[in-house]
């Protein structure tokens, strides 16, 4: 019976990996690759508002200034116990999408490898150009525009850990042979933090600087059934768990950075002509970028919310309000 048993499980298994197969077929493949979800665009809960400050400056007839966007590096140092960091590396990346979608105009200066490499093949007469009157590409001075601000900054925080509970609950009754069940969840938060700061071209002044951070919650579920039934023995567990996405935190605290520095440039407050609900309450517009805009005292309608350190805690959660960076007030 049980040399039965063990054929029949062999069969099965073997069955199951007959999807894939040593000799490809027809199309070239060994196997179909598994999952067909489709391409989708990759918002965050600023995105629209940046997209309705765009319309709006283009509809009011604001100048869109140049933007160039410089390195926006990792400096938590984390790394992943299995390899690579724990925070991505495009940044940058993210932050050029962002002023893309605050109709910025945008100048490369992040990478510009192939247009120095042009220049110099152009500098040597290698490149030809059917425009030319000499058949091959001129250099004129001025050809390029220059940026009117560039940003930078990086990722200063990746707390692990802030707070982490967990509860367990086992029943079953007294007798062995009842069923008995056990019930397990945990939860855990985590933040990511990051400084940006934005630069005058011409002056190298610091005309603004933000510095944002966001909470990342993971939760953990599973729940499990052991008992016997008459000869046979039942052990039924199942469970899951989530990890709100790290990459897209980061993305979002750009982009809510970005719509910050955005409203200074067009000065424009984004709540006030977008259906634009954000907890960190009405933004720090003043009427466009001055030094220092961003903790500098100014008297106008808009007071400098940055400098509350408050802001944007009012609706936190109340096991997380009483603690900062997981430390007790």
Same mark, same amino acid.
């Given at each position: ?72 590096? %990792? ?6 116990? +299995? ?8 940044? &940058?990346?993210? $932050? ?13 200066? #992040?990478?510009?490898?192939? $247009? ?59 007798? %062995? ?42 939760? +953990? ?33 750009? +982009?809510?950075?970005?719509? +910050? ?14 259906? #634009?609900? %954000? ?30 350190? %408050? ?6 959660? &109340? ?11």
């Amino acid at each position: 019976m049980i040399v039965k048993r063990l054929l029949l499980a062999a069969v099965s298994a073997m069955t199951v990996t007959a999807c894939a197969t040593s000799n490809s077929g027809s199309d070239g493949l060994y196997a179909t690759p598994t999952g067909n979800a489709p391409v989708t665009s990759n918002p965050t809960p600023y995105t629209q508002a940046l997209v309705c400050v765009a319309s709006h400056a283009r509809a009011q007839g604001r100048p869109a200034p140049r933007v160039a966007v410089g390195r926006i590096a %990792d400096y938590t140092g984390q790394l992943n116990p +299995e390899g690579g960091t724990r925070v991505t590396q495009g940044a &940058s990346l993210m $932050a050029i999408s962002a002023f893309s979608k605050a109709g910025a105009r945008l100048v490369e200066r #992040f990478d510009t490898s192939v $247009a120095e490499l042009e220049l110099r093949y152009t500098n040597s007469q290698l490149i030809g150009d059917e425009g030319e009157q000499e058949g091959f590409r001129q250099i004129y001075a001025g050809a390029m525009p220059g940026s009117d601000y560039y940003l930078v900054g990086g990722i200063t925080e990746l707390n692990a850990n802030i707070r982490s509970n967990g509860q367990d609950v086992f029943a079953g009754d007294a007798t %062995d042979s009842s069923p008995t069940g056990l019930i397990s969840r945990r939860l855990y938060v985590m933040n990511v933090a990051m400084d940006l700061r934005l630069v005058d071209s011409r002056t190298l002044e610091v005309v603004d600087v933000v510095s944002y951070q966001k909470q990342i919650i993971g939760r +953990e579920l599973s729940a499990g059934v052991f008992g016997f039934l008459g000869d046979a023995v039942i052990d039924v567990s199942a469970g899951g768990r989530s990890l709100e996405p790290i990459q897209l935190a980061v993305r979002s605290v750009v +982009e809510r950075a970005v719509l +910050e520095i955005s409203s200074q440039i067009y000065g424009v407050a984004p709540e006030a002509i977008c259906d #634009f609900d %954000d907890p960190l309450g009405p933004s720090n517009a003043t009427g466009g970028v001055q030094l220092n805009t961003a903790y500098a005292p100014v008297e106008a309608p808009y007071v400098q919310a940055r400098t509350s350190v %408050d802001r944007g805690h009012d609706g936190r959660d &109340s096991d997380i309000r009483a603690h900062l960076r997981g430390t007790y007030r």
